[in-house]
């Protein structure tokens, strides 16, 4: 049944874009028509995932290319093959030679462990110097005087060990989440 048109810059309902039949909805597995093709699906998910592909995919001379993974699966196990026609389906690889060169891919990479770099060698600073950030310490904020309405003076260290420029002159600040006084209470001092 065809969904009824709709103005332009009207969307259809959901209801009418989705087909209403779940079969319709579902990937169903491909069915062998023929004893090679059975033979081709006998070796697994794999061989049926890079079928349905390949056939999305427009790739011509399907059957041969199926005869030659069923002859292959005399060399290989079927574990492999499949293994194979599933990275081929989800790569997109359907050229002549391609099962066979995944094939070897995988028998040559299987065994070998991963490298990985060990940290001695990083030039990664790491995060020891960040293990103080915002802990209070005596020496953060001076005292401000009672008498007088001075800004207190934020020496608070960046990562780098470098100080903060918190007091601008002029510029309102935010109360600062390790010091115990609201900065923006406070007038900047005189210059």
Same mark, same amino acid.
């Given at each position: 049944m065809k969904p009824p048109a709709t103005g332009a810059g009207s969307p259809a309902?959901?209801?009418l874009t989705t087909p209403t039949n779940r079969?319709?909805?579902?990937?169903?597995?491909?069915?062998a028509t023929s004893a090679e093709e059975a033979a081709f699906l006998a070796l697994g998910p794999g061989a049926a995932?890079?079928?349905?592909?390949?056939?999305?995919?427009?790739?011509r001379r399907i059957k041969?290319?199926?005869?030659?993974?069923?002859?292959?699966?005399?060399?290989?196990?079927a574990a492999e093959i499949d293994r194979a026609l599933g990275?081929?389906? *989800?790569?997109?690889r359907f050229a002549e030679?391609?099962?066979?060169?995944?094939?070897?891919?995988?028998? *040559?990479?299987?065994?070998a462990e991963p490298a990985r770099r060990s940290e001695n060698h990083s030039l990664q600073p790491g995060t020891s110097?960040?293990?103080?950030?915002?802990?209070?310490?005596?020496?953060?904020?001076?005292? *401000?005087?009672?008498?007088?309405?001075?800004?207190? *003076?934020?020496?608070?260290?960046t990562p780098a060990g470098r100080p903060r420029d918190r007091g601008r002159t002029g510029t309102p600040h935010r109360r600062c989440p390790v010091c115990p006084v609201s900065l923006g209470a406070l007038k900047a001092p005189p210059t």
């Open positions: 309902p959901p209801s079969r319709a909805r579902t990937r169903t597995a491909p069915k995932s890079w079928l349905i592909e390949a056939g999305a995919a427009g790739v041969a290319k199926m005869a030659e993974a069923v002859a292959l699966s005399k060399l290989y196990s990275t081929a389906a *989800v790569t997109g030679k391609d099962l066979l060169s995944i094939l070897d891919y995988q028998a *040559v990479h299987e065994q110097t960040r293990s103080t950030f915002g802990i209070p310490t005596t020496s953060d904020v001076t005292d *401000v005087s009672e008498g007088e309405n001075k800004m207190a *003076v934020d020496t608070h260290t």
